[in-house]
């Protein structure tokens, strides 16, 4: 081939690691749902942007680390997950966000929780 032509074939994508794709399909929904949050319940969906951040930031981060500091990032996002779901549940109790679409977000961060845990506890 000739250096000035093109290649013919398209870059390859890499794939994410599963826990990673869950996480941010998890985020994506809890920032969508966040948004749509007005009057009084704006600081707790405030809430819900941070931890949803969280939650695939630290997994990632921690993919790029190794011993303890991976584990940390790893317990990290656990963590922000777990606090994730807590402000759905009360957005979603106080009607903010419609449960459905709560219920939705909370299954995924069910996942993610369960991969984490299994990242942080090795058999």
Known sequence: MDEREAPTHAPTKPTQPPAQAKALQAAAAALALAA???????????QVITAAAS?????????????RDRIYHWQVAYASARELSVHLELLAGAE??????????LALLDEVRAMLWRMTHPR
Do not use: H, I
């Not at 749509?36 to 405030?46: F, I, N």
């Not at 903010?96 to 977000?105: G, L, T």
């Open 55 to 67: 939650v695939p930031a630290n997994l990632v981060e921690g993919q790029g680390r190794s011993g």
């Open 96 to 105: 903010a966000v419609p449960r459905p679409a709560a219920q939705q977000v």
């Open 36 to 46: 749509t949050v007005k009057g009084p319940y704006r600081p707790l969906a405030e």
